[in-house]
């Protein structure tokens, strides 16, 4: 089984658990900002991107959350691999609301991406 498989399979295991949890409608979409000009004062060309997901969000423990570096209002989100790599610079849309990444940290037991656990915050 090739690492692009298993990426595969856990993006079906994601859906799978938003249909079971939920009403199966529960998309995360990722919006990446337009192409960044060479020039820094120059405005971005195009209009953003906006990308469904498949993924698992989670509240953080109450012990974890200390105000500074994990906010009450911030967000554990595994995000699938077999769609584009987020990044900081990235917002994520959950039920409606948009958060920005914090952190992003790939899981790649295999060297290929299985799944992104990420940092969200509102």
């Given at each position: 089984m090739t690492g692009y498989s298993i990426a595969r399979e856990v993006a079906a295991a994601?859906?799978?658990v938003a249909k079971?949890?939920?009403?199966g409608s529960f998309v995360l979409t990722l919006i990446q900002p337009a192409t960044q000009?060479?020039?820094?004062?120059?405005p971005p060309a195009g209009e953003?991107?906006?990308?469904s997901l498949s993924g698992i969000v989670q509240n953080y423990p109450l012990g974890l959350i200390d105000?500074?570096?994990?906010?009450?209002?911030?967000r554990k989100v595994m995000?699938?691999?077999?769609?584009p790599?987020?990044?900081?610079?990235?917002k994520l849309r959950i039920g409606?609301?948009?958060?920005?990444?914090?952190s992003i940290r790939e899981e790649a037991p295999s060297g290929v991406p299985v799944y992104y656990e990420c940092q969200c915050r509102a």
């Open positions: 994601f859906d799978e079971e949890v939920g009403d000009p060479q020039n820094p004062w120059d953003p991107t906006e990308t105000g500074t570096l994990i906010r009450s209002e911030d995000l699938d691999a077999t769609g790599r987020p990044a900081v610079s990235d409606g609301i948009e958060y920005a990444f914090i």
